[in-house]
């Protein structure tokens, strides 16, 4: 949604001065400039990219359009599902959350916490170092550098899309001359014409620039700036967990290494001390 009113601020503030300074919108319309610079990006963005990017990014675009799932109730959700399941630990033994681990969208404890469950990353990250505790050979140091590397590999993957859109945004600014130059070879193989005629042609070729560095600036450039925002919003849950873990398995009790987890969120989206004591009181009522 902020992403539409952007580029309708965007929009009306270019367009907008334009017009309120005597200008004609009609010029500006030139689909062949777009053609030349969009097609010439386009282009460049196969060639530049193996498949595996270009897929990423193509499955990326969308969600930039959507507002943000990473919030406050999610990390409610999150810290309560990791409190029930070190405490299930702590009380009736490592084996008591095997099943919950290997299925856990089959698991009556995992479905109580929907918007956790609908998150297939965190989902598959929890289960997997779940299994591994369960297992009983693991190693807190072992295990937390084999989390490192994950997290790593996660952003690593999630930079992908953010990269190809940032080149794709720089090169249209050049495609936009590209488009001005072909303009101009117009104009001047055309230079019999009238002066009005010949000015026109002008104008139309300065058009190529104005496009091509209004979608850099505007629309293209700040579109990888939010993607790599998303990425680092999707990676904090899972350090969340990586610490919260790694707390339980060096002797912490499950309220304490909870809250190890919560200290590292980002402030706006952390649940303060006193929201999530109320939400485990909330849960502990339920339960009974």
């Keep these: 949604m902020w992403v539409a009113i952007g580029y309708v601020i965007i929009m009306a503030s270019v367009f907008g001065g334009f017009v309120l300074a005597g200008g004609h919108v009609a010029a500006l319309f030139q689909p062949l400039e777009l053609l030349m610079i969009g097609g010439a990006a386009v282009g460049a963005f196969f060639v530049g990219n193996d498949m595996k990017s270009i897929k990423a990014t193509i499955k990326a675009l969308p969600t930039l359009f959507k507002g943000g799932k990473y919030d406050r109730q999610l990390y409610i959700e999150l810290l ?28 009556a404890l995992f479905s109580e916490y929907p ?5 297939h990353h965190i989902v598959e990250f929890l289960t997997d170092y779940l299994r591994l505790l369960v297992s009983g050979k693991a190693d807190p140091f072992q295990i937390e550098n ?19 859109i940032a080149k794709l945004g720089d090169g249209l600014p050049a495609f936009g001359i590209v488009a ?17 005629e010949l000015g026109m042609l002008i104008a139309h070729a300065l058009v190529g620039t104005f496009l091509g560095i209004l979608l850099a600036y505007g629309f293209v450039a700040p579109l990888a700036s939010l993607s790599e925002q998303k990425l680092h919003e999707s990676s904090k849950p899972l350090h969340c967990i990586k610490v919260t873990l790694i707390a339980s398995m060096n002797g912490y009790p499950p309220p304490l290494a909870v809250e190890f987890g919560r200290k590292v ?5 952390r649940p ?12 502990k009522t339920k339960a009974n």
């Design 180 to 196: 001005a130059v072909m303009g101009v070879v117009h104009t001047m193989e055309s230079v019999g014409l009238p002066p009005a």
């Design 115 to 119: 918007i956790v469950l609908e998150n």
């Design 146 to 164: 084999l989390m490192d590397n994950e997290i790593d590999t996660h952003h690593a993957e999630g930079e992908t899309p953010a990269h190809c």
């Design 265 to 269: 969120l980002f402030s706006s989206e």
């Design 272 to 283: 303060t001390f006193t929201e999530f004591d109320d939400a485990i009181r909330q849960s």
């Design 80 to 107: 309560l599902l990791m409190y029930r399941l070190l405490n299930k630990i702590r009380t009736d033994g490592l084996m008591a959350v095997e099943s919950d681990v290997e299925r856990p969208h089959e698991s």
